[in-house]
C-alpha cells in the first residue's frame, strides 16, 4: 500500500474540475477521473519516486488544460507534459510549493524541510531555471531539522517545534 495523493483541475479543456489520482509508490501510477466520468490512466512507469504532487492543476504551457505539477524525491520539478523530463532546482528537501503561471512563465516558491524559502522563475517551454531567490524566515536558525509548511493562496505559515511565524503571500 503506497500513500496516495489528488490533484484537481480542468485536466480535458471542458471547464470543469477533474480530479487526478496518485498512487505514489515505488513505482507511480496515476489515474484522471474526467467531470464527465471517463476515465484514464496516465502513464507513469518511467517515472522516478515522487515526493510532492501540486494539488490543484496549474496551465504552465498555456495551451487552456491545467498540468500536473510535481517535485521528485531528488528535488526536481516535473510535469505530465514534459514526460520523464524535469528541472533541477538548487533545494532538494521540499515539502511544499506554490506555483503560478504569468505572461508565458512560471513562478514557483518552494519551502523546505528546515524553512528556507526559494522563489524560482522558469521558463516552461525551454524548462530553463531564469532566477533565484532564497530566503531564511527571521526566526529560523541553522540547527532546526525540520520545518512544517502550510501554503494557502495568500499565506505560508511555517511550524518549527518552538515558533509558529506566517507569512503573508499577494499575488
Same mark, same amino acid.
Given at each position: 500500500?503506497a500513500p496516495? @495523493?489528488?490533484?484537481?483541475g480542468?485536466?480535458? %479543456?471542458?471547464?470543469?474540475e477533474d480530479? !487526478?489520482?496518485?498512487d505514489?509508490g +515505488?513505482n507511480p *501510477?496515476?489515474?484522471?477521473i474526467y467531470?464527465?466520468?471517463? =476515465?484514464e490512466?496516465?502513464?507513469?512507469s518511467d ?7 501540486? =494539488? ?5 504551457n498555456?495551451?487552456?488544460?491545467? @498540468?500536473l505539477v510535481?517535485?521528485?524525491k531528488n528535488?526536481e520539478?516535473m510535469?505530465n507534459i514534459?514526460g520523464?523530463?524535469s528541472?533541477?532546482l538548487?533545494?532538494k ?6 506555483i503560478?503561471?504569468?505572461? %508565458?512563465?512560471?513562478y514557483?516558491?518552494?519551502?523546505s524541510? *528546515?524553512?528556507?524559502?526559494?522563489? +524560482?522563475?522558469?521558463d516552461?517551454l ?5 532566477s *533565484?531567490?532564497? =530566503?531564511?524566515?527571521?526566526?529560523t =536558525?541553522?540547527?532546526?531539522n525540520?520545518? !512544517?509548511?502550510l501554503? *494557502?493562496f495568500?499565506?505560508i ?5 518552538? !515558533?509558529?511565524?506566517?507569512f503573508?503571500?499577494?499575488n
Amino acid at each position: 500500500i503506497a500513500p496516495i @495523493d489528488i490533484a484537481l483541475g480542468d485536466f480535458n %479543456g471542458d471547464n470543469k474540475e477533474d480530479i !487526478f489520482i496518485l498512487d505514489n509508490g +515505488y513505482n507511480p *501510477t496515476g489515474y484522471f477521473i474526467y467531470s464527465d466520468g471517463n =476515465e484514464e490512466k496516465s502513464d507513469l512507469s518511467d517515472y522516478p519516486r515522487l515526493q510532492f504532487l501540486n =494539488e490543484k492543476g496549474v496551465d504552465i504551457n498555456f495551451d487552456g488544460i491545467d @498540468d500536473l505539477v510535481i517535485i521528485n524525491k531528488n528535488g526536481e520539478l516535473m510535469s505530465n507534459i514534459w514526460g520523464t523530463k524535469s528541472i533541477s532546482l538548487s533545494e532538494k528537501k521540499i515539502k511544499n510549493i506554490i506555483i503560478n503561471s504569468d505572461n %508565458g512563465f512560471i513562478y514557483l516558491t518552494s519551502i523546505s524541510q *528546515t524553512g528556507k524559502v526559494g522563489n +524560482y522563475s522558469i521558463d516552461p517551454l525551454t524548462r530553463s531555471v531564469l532566477s *533565484t531567490n532564497f =530566503e531564511l524566515p527571521a526566526f529560523t =536558525e541553522k540547527d532546526y531539522n525540520q520545518a !512544517f509548511s502550510l501554503a *494557502t493562496f495568500n499565506e505560508i505559515i511555517m511550524v518549527t517545534l518552538i !515558533f509558529v511565524i506566517s507569512f503573508l503571500w499577494f499575488n
